[in-house]
């Protein structure tokens, strides 16, 4: 593996001050699950790794004005433990599903958001759930939709000088008139990078679909909301016609790659199956 | 980039090396005489390196050894040794769940954590508790026959 210097910093003003130091490339270090797989293989070559598992301020799950904040060193195992975060049914989905256990023991959330992977398993709930994102800098933390995060395969909204500090997810998304589900289609059952994964989040209202978020991942530069399609739904009537088109605009919205794993005709047509059955499976469950 | 002197405390022993900061947790245990712990694919999809650290199953692999000081380490050796193995140990053996035995540390770890939390696995929670740990001989089948027994054994003698 490549040299690199390791700073462990035990507090968050010191591991922003490591990052703010420009004078050679300076990398976040979490989980490591992704990381070090890049080290090795020399996809990233950073002079500095600044190891963030000591930092205090960056762990725990709690619950603050009207959201659950989930700090960024948050084993994705949590996600199926914690019981602030087990509710969120499309995350624990996604979680219960992510890798394999012992990736899920490590790898933290703010690592998979900031990998930026476009197949990253905890990205569509994430953006299904309509989650913040809070970034922190040596001057100030700034808050914005993850939605806005995303820039490109692997290439997000965060500065050279700034950490994921924890994401906010609305604690009112969770209401017993909503429902959020999701899945992850893999070429076997565990251990698996997604061809194609949806995250659906539903808000039912009588008869009608009051609001619904449709996120795909695996099939874009970056994990991806279908805005177009959320539209075909919003303030319908939960009808076969509505869905079966709402499906159809989904994979027209995307645009997935043709790799070793599938053809990207195979997975359009499966962000149509998907998307509807994720829709079904939200709508009957309410 | 230099080395430092690293405390790691492995199967209950303690041990002071000197290590660079690009060495892996699954190379300084090697280098250590831990050969126990195994290096397959060594970027976290086979489960060969399989240890715990604090009780929780991790790949070694994508462990920095800097990162563990501090921390209790349990490698399969750890577990027990051939006058007194641990039933996992004995069960794996018992149950002819090895051939080729490259991927049975980790598995019996994976294993471990496995019934730390869940003394009476059911057949669904034991395949997703080995499902980042790959055996590419024969397949799975006795490796959970011998998970199951040795989660009787192992629950008849907290029982006393």
Redesign the interface.
Known sequence: ??????L?PKTLPDALDALAQNDAARRP?G???DL??D??AKRVQPDV?I?L?KVNELRGVARVNGHVRVGASTPIAEFLKHPLLTPYRALHQAASVF?????R??GTIGGNIGSASPAGDTLPPLLALDAQIELVSASGTRTLALDDFFLGPRKTARNANELIYAIQLPAKENSSATRSCFYKLGLR???AISLVSVAVWLAREGEKIRDVRIALGAVAPRPLRAKRAEEILRGQIFSETNLKEAARIAAAECSPIDDLRASAKYRRRMVNVYTRRMLEQAWQNL | ?NPKLVTLSVNHRTHHVAL???T?LLSALRDLGYTDVKSGC????C?AC?VLVNG????A????A??AEGQDILTVAGLGSSDQPHPLQTAFADFGAAQCGFCTPGMIM?AK?LLDERPQPTEAEMR??L????CRCTGYARIFEAIEHAAKQLNVDSRG
């Open positions: 593996m490549r040299e690199f210097e390791l462990q270090l989980g490591g699950t070090l797989v080290l090795r790794l190891a598992q890798a394999n256990p012992m990736i023991n490590a059952q565990a251990d | 980039m660079n900061p690009n892996t060594e970027k976290g999809d489960g399989t929780i199953a991790v790949n692999c994508l462990q920095l800097w990162l994976s954590a997703k508790a499902s980042g740990n790959l």
